[in-house]
């Protein structure tokens, strides 16, 4: 529990260090290598290439951290708590998603739509040359609402569940998703096993994001009966598994509609919607979802915490 708020805490407070040996980073460099192995060893089973990819590359990340953590404690028992601390900040993204969405609105409030579509590419997977400020808003609240299941609360929720490597397992069954599960002809096979392994990883904490999202909007006094009501009706109108959880309860709660069709690659991609347009996006809406992110970022942490208890007592 000492490692979980000191993890929780320090992402509060510092927020995600930008810098090419933070553990992501080295765990995408070991992702990419082991690709590259198992790619000339099982070039014509592709989809077997890419489960390799993944089992290894899991083994690797939670048995390194494991080791880690073992011996600080063998050094000294603080010194393990706080090294296990660490490594559990280092899995979470609450300051950093709130950082990132609100780089693309500081061009927004200058008029300056080529700065924010510009910012707005670093942080979303679509095409931005050509969207306008409302787009470009939607998709700033789109992926703050989708991460905070990705970003936040499952690698909270793992970190509670089975402790600090664990959590860092999740960042590299996530990170592999985010690398290889692609539709397109390189990674459709080789990503199969790393998108359809992420999907059940994330099972749980997008059911759990959707519903803290609905207490959050209770508490901040937004539409709560309606971001419970959208959630219900909207939760599977994605082709993820798990990603339309959190987006339409926040869409239900900002009374905003959400996804639609998107460019990807110079190709059109459509999707279906989320919410309802109950009215227009605004700068604030950005500002209401990043208040919703803080407060379940805050409830997934008190979520954790009862599982570490519980996990104790047994």
Avoid at 178 to 206: C, H, Q, R, T, W
Wanted: aromatic share 12%; charged share 20%; with cysteine.
């Amino acid at each position: 529990m000492i490692q979980l708020t000191i993890g929780y805490i320090l992402d509060l407070i510092i927020g995600d260090p930008q810098n090419p040996v933070h553990p992501i980073r080295l765990i995408g460099n070991t992702c990419r290598f082991l690709e590259s192995i198992f790619r000339k060893l099982c070039k014509n089973t592709l989809k077997i290439a890419g489960l390799l990819t993944w089992i290894f590359s899991v083994l690797i990340v939670y048995f390194i951290n494991y080791y880690i953590i073992k011996i600080s404690f063998n050094i000294n028992h603080i010194l393990g708590i706080i090294i296990s601390g660490i490594i559990i900040y280092f899995c979470i993204s609450t300051k950093a998603l709130k950082i990132e969405g609100l780089k693309v609105i500081s061009y927004i409030l200058k008029d300056d739509i080529e700065g924010a579509r510009k910012q707005l590419s670093y942080i979303v997977g679509r095409d931005t040359k050509d969207l306008d400020k409302e787009a470009i808003l939607r998709a700033v609240v789109e992926t703050i609402a989708e991460n905070m299941s990705d970003g936040i609360v499952a690698p909270i929720f793992y970190a509670g569940l089975l402790g600090a490597p664990f959590a860092m397992v999740y960042k590299a069954v996530n990170t592999m998703d985010s690398m290889f599960g692609y539709k397109n002809e390189k990674y459709k096979d080789f990503g199969f096993f790393p998108a359809k392994l992420d999907d059940v990883f994330n099972y749980i904490p997008a059911r759990l994001s959707g519903i803290l999202i609905v207490i959050a909007a209770l508490i901040l006094k937004l539409n709560y009966k309606n971001s419970f009501k959208i959630y219900i009706r909207d939760r599977n109108n994605h082709s993820s598994p798990n990603s339309a959880h959190p987006e339409a309860a926040v869409a239900g709660a900002l009374g905003l509609r959400l996804g639609g069709a998107n460019y990807y690659f110079g190709k059109l991609v459509e999707k279906p919607t989320i919410g309802d347009e109950v009215k227009k996006i605004q700068v604030l809406d950005v500002y209401k979802t990043n208040n919703i992110l803080y407060l379940v970022s805050f409830l997934s942490y008190l979520v954790a915490m009862i599982l570490s208890l519980i996990g104790g007592l047994l």
